[in-house]
């Protein structure tokens, strides 16, 4: 579990970030929501150097083969990492300089931050630095670096990377996806940490989806890439569904079954749409 009580943690750092800066016209929303827990990504083979591109390409083809089974239009992307990179507790200076190192490795692979704001917390036990940014694509860039010692012996210092991006076409956003995927990647693997990445499409369908039709959405979706369901909830206006597609390389566990596709339907009553939201191998949006 702890896992995801760090996840958790970062994506609610990340949300704190936006709330500190909103007087400054930076506000946003974000929440970790999956239904499975309780272990690491993982991959069916150690990933070397060169396979990182074939492994982003492989994930990134799976995701928008899905999304586009669901018939929905797409606005944009999110691929977002956690990663524990020591058992250590960091003071801020430190989170300081590992986070330009982040940015730096991230600069040598592509992607430039401009506009940047940072965020700078240290409390008793914990120490935290949060940087802002975005490219000039309007890929907007979170890194959160995040240390807590519980106690004497127990410390943790773990790197959240998120990027999100607008895009309307499948075609490249799936080019896009591969290539933050690999971005990240490469960031994580700088300080010799295991990336934990997802990513994740959300578009719409225009009106509302009844419940018959949810479910021959997820049927087609899950057909596409071949994928079992593992498991699922569905109440009045949501659907949300797990399952395993043998056609991705990255995988996590859900009560000792394999999960890499998550699906998730939701009818927004204020736009009038019906919101489709497809990750791998776990949505980190709000749905």
Excluded at 237 to 250: D, N
Aim: aromatic fraction near 6%; charge should be negative; charged fraction near 15%.
């Amino acid at each position: 579990m702890r896992l995801w009580l760090w996840l958790a943690a970062g994506i609610g750092a990340w949300a704190l970030f936006h709330q500190v800066f909103a007087s400054t016209a930076v506000v946003a929303d974000a929440r970790a929501t999956s239904e499975a827990g309780g272990s690491s990504i993982q991959t069916g083979a150690h990933v070397e150097a060169g396979a990182a591109n074939e492994e982003s390409a492989v994930e990134a083809r799976c995701l928008t083969r899905a999304y586009a089974a669901s018939g929905a239009h797409p606005l944009g992307f999110e691929v977002h990492n956690w990663s524990e990179v020591n058992q250590q507790f960091m003071r801020v200076s430190q989170l300081s300089t590992m986070a330009d190192r982040v940015r730096q490795e991230m600069a040598q692979h592509g992607a430039n931050l401009i506009h940047m704001k940072t965020l700078r917390k240290a409390v008793d036990g914990e120490a935290y630095v949060a940087v802002e940014g975005e490219t000039k694509q309007h890929a907007r860039v979170s890194i959160i670096l995040s240390s807590l010692r519980a106690s004497a012996a127990t410390a943790q210092t773990v790197l959240v990377i998120r990027a999100d991006e607008p895009g309307t076409d499948l075609d490249d956003v799936q080019k896009r996806v591969s290539a933050w995927w690999t971005v990240e990647q490469a960031a994580v693997e700088s300080f010799h940490a295991s990336p934990q990445i997802s990513a994740c499409i959300s578009g719409y369908r225009d009106g509302r989806i009844l419940n018959g039709q949810q479910g021959a959405m997820v049927s087609r979706v899950l057909e596409s890439v071949s994928a079992r369901r593992v498991e699922g909830i569905h109440t009045g206006s949501l659907t949300s569904v797990s399952a395993y597609s043998p056609l991705g390389s990255v995988w996590m566990t859900s009560d000792g079954h394999k999960m890499n596709l998550q699906v998730a339907v939701h009818y927004d009553s204020y736009h009038h749409y019906t919101h489709v939201v497809i990750g791998t191998p776990i949505i980190t949006v709000t749905y």
